[in-house]
């Protein structure tokens, strides 16, 4: 019997009602296979930071560094109630990036997927989606602007000024393309580079040693594109894409275009996998707004436990049969209000109900046997 600790990582918002849903899916996973999961709940995000003074206390820290893998919820309070908090403590600067910075997970991967049968949940007309949208983002997480250094004050104009670095070395860059590449040659073995070179030193050197890794993996076709272009391609033509490589902020803005073009960005989960540490999260944020209401989709969260399944317990057959089951109730007509619009001849359930419904599913799904 194969053990592992998960910590859980509910968060702000939506996060502890989607968190439950999940854990329900783990449980059952449990059940169908021989693991056993240890989950280990610990405050990250605004919470903690009311609870204990510290978006990412100590504790939360111990939990994490022993836990086999990480599942965390969105965090992040609205615009108006994340004054409350100091800038530097509040839960984005404060937890999700030193959790990314000590964890070293460095390699993002954002699935992008809407299988044809659920096209109707895209504002892209069905002759874009065609048979689907099927494409994954792999997204440099712990370098360029977000983590360089920074400084602001008064310059010798008297004027106020920031000041913010964007910096790679070779290692973060040849890192990243080496997952891109792996992955791409898994898939469809084609990879979109995604960059900037026309005025980005940056992206030069990127594309620079994108040709000295393409040497290790000669069968999987490059085409290259300038970001922009891309955000444009994502809308008129998705599907030319299959995996996507870019730099940190790149890989943000693009993502949750990517969640755009899907309909939402409740449909984004994501795995951020290091070396040794691995976590997975929903790409949205909390969404206060509909918080406590039950009627948030929990399929990011249970999506991350799938990508969990798959990169950090080696159980890739039963992380397809939770996609599976998720699609399957969509399939079958149900969605959340979150989602979908009364009336759309969808029939409406709650955050719980979905779970409930991905639960029987997958209960009903036939193991492969390990
Ligand atoms: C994401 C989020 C984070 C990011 C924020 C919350 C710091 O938007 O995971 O995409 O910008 O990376
Ligand atoms: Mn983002």
């Given at each position: 019997m194969k053990h592992y600790k998960i910590a859980v990582l509910a968060g702000d918002g939506i996060g502890p009602e989607i968190t439950r849903e999940a854990i329900k899916?783990?449980?059952?996973?449990?059940?169908?296979?021989?693991?056993?999961?240890?989950?280990?709940?610990?405050?990250f995000g605004a919470c903690a930071y009311f609870e204990y003074g510290d978006a990412f206390p100590q504790a939360t820290i111990?939990?994490?560094?022993?836990?086999?893998?990480i599942l965390k919820g969105p965090i992040g309070l609205s615009h108006e109630e994340s004054k409350k908090?100091?800038?530097?403590?509040?839960p984005e600067r404060g937890a999700l990036l030193p959790m990314r910075r000590r964890y070293n997970t460095y390699?993002?991967?954002?699935?992008?997927?809407?299988p044809k049968a659920l096209a109707h949940f895209s504002p892209l007309k069905p002759e874009i989606i065609g048979e689907g949208i099927d494409?994954?983002?792999?997204?440099?997480?712990?370098?360029?602007?977000?983590?360089?250094?920074?400084?602001?004050?008064?310059?010798?104009k008297g004027l106020r000024y920031v000041k913010?670095?964007?910096?790679?070395d070779e290692l973060q860059i040849s890192r990243?393309?080496?997952?891109?590449?792996?992955?791409?040659?898994?898939r469809r073995k084609l990879l979109h580079n995604i960059h900037k070179s026309n005025v980005l030193k940056s992206s030069v050197l990127w594309n620079e040693i994108l040709e000295e890794v393409a040497k290790d993996y000669p069968d999987v076709e490059v085409r290259h594109q300038l970001v922009d272009s891309a955000a444009t391609n994502l809308c008129l033509n998705p599907t030319q894409f299959d995996v996507m490589v870019m730099e940190n902020m790149f890989g943000d803005i693009l993502s949750d275009q990517g969640g755009g073009i899907l309909g939402s960005l409740g449909l984004m989960p994501s795995a951020c996998l290091g070396d040794e540490k691995a976590y997975y999260e929903p790409s949205h944020g909390s969404a206060p707004d509909i918080a406590g209401k039950n009627i948030a989709n929990p399929y990011s969260m249970i999506g991350s436990v799938a990508m969990?399944?798959?990169n950090s317990f080696n159980m890739p057959e039963e992380a397809k049969n939770v996609w599976a089951a998720m699609q399957g109730v969509f399939a079958d007509g149900f969605s959340t209000a979150d989602l979908s619009k009364q009336g759309s001849g969808i029939r409406m359930i709650s955050t719980e109900q979905f779970g409930d419904k991905v639960f029987d599913k997958l209960r009903l799904t036939p193991k492969v046997p390990s």
């Amino acid at each position: 019997m194969k053990h592992y600790k998960i910590a859980v990582l509910a968060g702000d918002g939506i996060g502890p009602e989607i968190t439950r849903e999940a854990i329900k899916i783990l449980k059952l996973i449990e059940e169908r296979n021989t693991v056993s999961f240890e989950l280990l709940p610990a405050a990250f995000g605004a919470c903690a930071y009311f609870e204990y003074g510290d978006a990412f206390p100590q504790a939360t820290i111990d939990i994490c560094d022993k836990a086999d893998a990480i599942l965390k919820g969105p965090i992040g309070l609205s615009h108006e109630e994340s004054k409350k908090i100091p800038i530097d403590k509040q839960p984005e600067r404060g937890a999700l990036l030193p959790m990314r910075r000590r964890y070293n997970t460095y390699a993002n991967f954002r699935p992008v997927f809407l299988p044809k049968a659920l096209a109707h949940f895209s504002p892209l007309k069905p002759e874009i989606i065609g048979e689907g949208i099927d494409l994954i983002m792999v997204r440099e997480l712990v370098g360029g602007l977000y983590f360089g250094s920074k400084e602001s004050g008064i310059n010798d104009k008297g004027l106020r000024y920031v000041k913010e670095t964007l910096e790679y070395d070779e290692l973060q860059i040849s890192r990243i393309l080496h997952q891109a590449f792996k992955l791409a040659e898994k898939r469809r073995k084609l990879l979109h580079n995604i960059h900037k070179s026309n005025v980005l030193k940056s992206s030069v050197l990127w594309n620079e040693i994108l040709e000295e890794v393409a040497k290790d993996y000669p069968d999987v076709e490059v085409r290259h594109q300038l970001v922009d272009s891309a955000a444009t391609n994502l809308c008129l033509n998705p599907t030319q894409f299959d995996v996507m490589v870019m730099e940190n902020m790149f890989g943000d803005i693009l993502s949750d275009q990517g969640g755009g073009i899907l309909g939402s960005l409740g449909l984004m989960p994501s795995a951020c996998l290091g070396d040794e540490k691995a976590y997975y999260e929903p790409s949205h944020g909390s969404a206060p707004d509909i918080a406590g209401k039950n009627i948030a989709n929990p399929y990011s969260m249970i999506g991350s436990v799938a990508m969990m399944l798959e990169n950090s317990f080696n159980m890739p057959e039963e992380a397809k049969n939770v996609w599976a089951a998720m699609q399957g109730v969509f399939a079958d007509g149900f969605s959340t209000a979150d989602l979908s619009k009364q009336g759309s001849g969808i029939r409406m359930i709650s955050t719980e109900q979905f779970g409930d419904k991905v639960f029987d599913k997958l209960r009903l799904t036939p193991k492969v046997p390990s």
